[in-house]
């Protein structure tokens, strides 16, 4: 009776550690998480992409060494609907057409003159305007700040060409982008005139935002 008794005992006793090592093995299974998983639980959601890019970009500050064109008696031009200020020849003027304005001298050189320093404003963010602005004919020269302001250098080639015949005579220009918070500005001057280029540089230098 008591041999059986003690049987009992020890079945029992088993069967209690086999369920408790049964319990601890599945807990085990459905607390384990692997370290990948934990890492993509506990990553806030950043776009990487995105970060990286504005990681690398370097912003050089915007000058001309070479450009000694005096300013003292230039003009001043305030638009203040798109929150910007640049400095004018004061034998030039400013003629605007909604977001688009082109500064130019008065007396022009002949009839079909229409050179000057064009300004366009964009609602586009900068890296937008960037992606949409990049072409076979235009790529990005650098990236750049300016009193106080983020931007970004354009080449642009202009001028004549035909891919057919193998002639290419088109000219290398730069263009400006700036980020003026809620709009960019962008500014080109299109001729071979070198005194218009040194103007567009010091009408780009000259610009503050409002």
């Known amino acids: ?31 384990h998480v692997s370290p990948s998983e934990m890492d993509n639980n506990t990553k806030p959601d950043i776009n990487t992409d995105e970060v990286t890019k504005q990681d690398n970009i ?19 031009y ?19 057409s909604k977001k688009d304005f082109l ?25 937008d305007y960037v992606e949409n602005r990049i072409s076979s004919d235009v790529s990005l020269k650098g990236w750049v700040v300016n009193n106080n302001m983020q931007g970004v250098i354009f080449n642009y080639k202009l001028g004549v060409w035909s891919e057919g015949r193998g002639l290419d005579q088109r000219k290398v220009h ?16 299109p001729s071979d005139i070198k005194y218009r280029t040194k103007v567009l540089e010091k009408v780009v230098l000259s610009l503050v935002s409002l």
């Open 1 to 31: 009776m008591k041999t059986k008794y003690i049987i009992t005992i020890l079945i029992l006793i088993t069967i209690g550690i086999l369920s408790v090592i049964s319990y601890n093995n599945q807990d085990k299974e459905i607390n």
């Open 58 to 76: 370097k912003y050089e500050p915007l000058k001309f060494p070479d450009n000694n064109l005096d300013t003292s008696d230039w003009k001043t």
């Open 78 to 96: 305030q638009n203040e609907e798109f929150g910007f200020e640049v400095k004018y020849p004061s034998d030039w003027e400013v003629e605007v």
């Open 103 to 127: 500064i130019r001298p008065i007396t022009k050189i002949d009839p079909n003159d229409d050179g000057g320093v064009y300004i366009s404003v964009s609602d586009l963010s900068l890296n």
């Open 174 to 189: 730069q263009s400006y982008l700036f980020d003026l918070g809620k709009y960019r500005i962008s500014f080109y001057e």
